[in-house]
Nanobody, 119 residues
Framework: QVQLVESGGGLVQAGGSLRLACAAS????????MAWYRQAPGKDREFVAR????????YYADSVKGRFTISRDNAKNTAYLQMNSLKPEDTAVYYC????????????WGQGTQVTVSS
């Protein structure tokens, strides 16, 4: 079993920055990719960013491209989401997810961390 623990959420003014972290732990597991999703009140969960663990290829939703950066620390099994130039519409609960193998799905999810951007 894999556990994902997110941290780094909070309240920030528009134009500010936050850095989220997602640490994966468990007895034995592999990581093909990790991703960040978010869910705003009354809306469906949406994709934000993805990183393939090796060699670190990244993908972003158009809404965050150029403002958010996903990265990883292989040694710590941790993914990060650096969020700059935050907008009120970025307000949501942010979830990280882990895909163990290339042929599988995102089987493991974190508990979510709240990000609130005030105008």
């Amino acid at each position: 079993q894999v556990q994902l623990v997110e941290s780094g959420g909070g309240l920030v003014q528009a134009g500010g920055s936050l850095r989220l972290a997602c640490a994966a732990s468990g007895r034995t597991f592999s990581i093909n990719a990790m991703a960040w999703y978010r869910q705003a009140p009354g809306k469906d969960r949406e994709f934000v960013a993805r990183i393939f663990w090796n060699p670190g290829i990244t993908y972003y939703a158009d809404s965050v491209k150029g403002r958010f950066t996903i990265s990883r620390d292989n040694a710590k099994n941790t993914a990060y989401l650096q969020m700059n130039s935050l907008k009120p519409e970025d307000t949501a609960v942010y979830y990280c997810a882990l895909q163990p193998t290339a042929w599988g799905s995102y089987d493991y999810w974190g508990q979510g961390t709240q990000v609130t951007v005030s105008s």
